[in-house]
Nanobody, 125 residues
């Protein structure tokens, strides 16, 4: 089992930045497919950024590419999401997720096995 705990959410003015972190504990594989997602009430959950922790290959949804960056943190059992140039429409609950394989391609098509409880991000004008 893998446990994920997000932190770093909060309120920020439009144009500002936030850094979300996800602490990973439990039975951690040396290579996992991990990602950040978000959801607004009444809407489907969106995949934002995915990383293969073995190859460090990343992929991003088009609406966050260039503004958000996913990375493994230090210590290694953390996953970060740097969010810049935040917009009102970025307001959502943000979740980290993990999958310990096997996979053909580490991307948003994977059915992630483990999820955090979420952290709220509110962007105001």
């Amino acid at each position: 089992q893998v446990q994920l705990t997000e932190s770093g959410g909060g309120s920020v003015a439009a144009g500002g930045s936030l850094r979300l972190s996800c602490t990973v504990s439990g039975f951690i594989q040396s290579r996992m497919c991990m990602g950040w997602f978000r959801q607004v009430p009444g809407k489907e959950r969106e995949a934002l950024a995915i990383i293969d922790t073995g190859t460090r290959r990343t992929n991003y949804h088009s609406f966050v590419e260039g503004r958000f960056a996913i990375s493994e943190g230090s210590p290694k059992n953390t996953l970060n999401l740097e969010m810049n140039a935040l917009k009102l429409e970025d307001t959502a609950t943000y979740y980290c997720a993990a999958y310990d394989g096997p996979w053909i391609s580490c991307d948003a098509r994977i059915t992630f096995s483990y999820w955090g409880q979420g952290t709220q991000v509110t962007v105001s004008s």
